[in-house]
């Protein structure tokens, strides 16, 4: 498994990088727009200034637009969050970068780019990885440009490809089977930042490296699994981009389902890429289609006793249609048809314009037979905290200190911050590109998991978009619609409101 090391092991990476000797240039496709300079190269940035890239590697951008390596700079440099002390190091960095414009659905163009490439391919052997940072609707023609006119000839070419995938089965398959004529799946990088998030992570270790959760996992002790992403910003300005996707392919298909799975997956062979994917792929395929009755979707509008962006909904942006009903909110109940999660519920939500950003997955166990504390116990909770704050936690009865014999809720706190002292912990677009260079593909999803997921969400989709349905409004800044608590209750979820977990770095 390839992933940033911690300090104790930066030496070790930095004495196996040295000994990668083949020249590696980095093509980012799309170098001009947001995603570029807000985290492409801010990433580029810190692997380089960390020295967590191989000892030869070039960067070249490429777009359509006619601008110079010291445009790009001046773009990105404000998110690279660069230090007195790091100019220097700043200037090694742009001198490794280049810059090449041009079309994206045009050979001579291509041609020119493979021309610039070569030029700056100093050693017999050199990789090439070619990075879209692009709107999905010039997917095709630009992986097709770069087989046909830009692979490596002496090493290795990788691609990687950013969400969405598709917009649903159909537009999903045409995709992968177009990638699929192109490139080998070990070539394919399908990118899915959640996966490299910290905690996301941790799930295989807490699961598969500690005894005392193995006998509690399942259908047995277990009542209902929450995975929650909530964000508390909305879409004011970005709108029209978001108008073309909703929640759901924004953020249910892809990073939450992923989460689901890493979750409820069997104990693989090995930490092998393809063994854990295997396991993941079953439980998808024990999922079966969602039905509107089993989601709930809403849609913020803007709430007056707030300031800024947070007094327009969504409808009030110009560049929303007229009467879209995007949904901005969806919290969906999955059931996993297999023998260890059969009726516990998998509760999924999450949202924009919503009272916090907080992303966590929260098992919540059955409540104690033979009760003899008169109604006083809460459930049992295991809290894996995502972001902010990164935390494992376990909610927990024990006595009120005191004369009595009285219950009270506490926890068992593993707080990140707390607990591991100036620490490196590297952003999950660190770990994903180190990946690639790596040839690491375990964070990363495979096309039979990409089919599986839209599988799952595809009917919801059309039956929603097909018939009309309203969204339900909510105010921003609040948790969404009541509606979803209803759902979740309804599902077996018991929210106590008695004890809330507070971050002890704070």
């Known amino acids: 498994m390839a992933s940033l090391p911690t300090s104790e092991s930066t030496p070790d990476l930095k004495k196996y990088l040295a000994t990668k000797k083949n020249l590696k240039i980095v093509v980012l496709l799309g170098a001009s727009g947001d995603l570029a300079k807000k985290k492409i190269y801010p990433t580029f940035w810190q692997l380089y200034k960390n020295g967590f890239l191989p000892p030869h590697v070039v960067f070249v951008g490429y777009a359509r637009s006619k601008m110079t390596v010291a445009d790009l700079r001046k773009r990105a440099e404000p998110y690279m969050k660069v230090k007195e002390d790091e100019k220097e190091k700043l200037e090694e960095f ?196 969602l039905k509107l009755d089993d989601i709930v979707l809403g849609q913020y509008i803007g709430n007056s006793d707030m300031d800024g962006d947070a007094k327009f909904g969504y409808a009030d942006d110009k560049t929303v249609p007229a009467g879209s009903k995007t949904p901005t909110f969806a919290c969906a109940a999955i059931n996993i048809c297999n023998e260890r999660w059969d009726g516990v519920p998998f509760i999924l939500k999450c949202g924009k314009a919503l009272n916090e950003k907080k992303g966590e997955i929260r098992v919540q166990f059955k409540d104690v037979p033979g009760d003899i504390f008169d109604g006083q116990t809460v459930r049992n909770e295991l809290v894996i905290r995502v972001q902010p704050d990164e935390a494992v936690y376990c909610k927990m009865m024990t006595k009120k200190p005191g004369m009595f014999i009285d219950p009270v809720e506490t926890e068992l706190d593993l707080t990140y911050s707390a607990r591991y002292k100036n620490v490196y912990m590297p952003d999950a677009y660190d770990r994903l590109l180190l990946d690639v260079f790596f040839g690491t593909q375990l964070n990363f999803v495979r096309s039979d998991e990409l089919a599986e997921a839209w599988r799952i969400f595809t009917p919801i989709l059309h039956e929603y978009e097909k018939n009309g349905h309203e969204p339900i409004k909510y105010k921003f800044g609040t948790r969404g619609p009541e509606e979803a608590d209803e759902l979740a209750k309804r599902y077996g979820y018991i929210y106590s409101g008695t004890y809330k977990w507070v971050s002890t770095h704070k």
């Open 94 to 289: 742009f001198k490794i970068n280049h810059y090449v414009s041009g079309a994206y659905d045009s050979p001579a163009a291509f041609e020119n780019l493979n021309t610039e490439i070569t030029k700056l391919e100093t050693t017999n052997e050199c990789d090439r990885i070619f990075y879209l940072a692009l709107p999905p609707s010039v997917f095709i023609p630009v992986t097709q440009m770069v087989k046909d006119h830009c692979e490596s000839k002496t090493g290795w070419t990788r691609i990687v490809v950013e969400k969405p995938f598709g917009r649903d089965s159909d537009t999903s398959l045409v995709l992968s089977n177009h990638l699929s004529k192109l490139f080998t799946e070990d070539q394919i990088y399908r990118i899915d930042h959640y996966l490299g998030k910290e905690m996301v992570q941790n799930l295989m270790v807490l699961r598969f490296a500690n005894r005392i959760f193995s006998p509690l996992w399942n259908r047995d002790n277990i009542k209902c699994v929450f995975v929650t992403f909530k964000e508390d910003i909305g879409t004011y300005g970005r709108g029209g981009y978001y108008d073309d996707f909703g929640v759901i392919r924004d953020i249910m298909q892809n990073h939450i389902i992923q989460v689901l799975c890493l979750t409820a997956m069997e104990k693989p062979a090995t930490k092998d890429a393809d063994d854990i994917r295997n396991e993941k792929l079953k439980v998808l395929k024990c999922i079966k289609p």
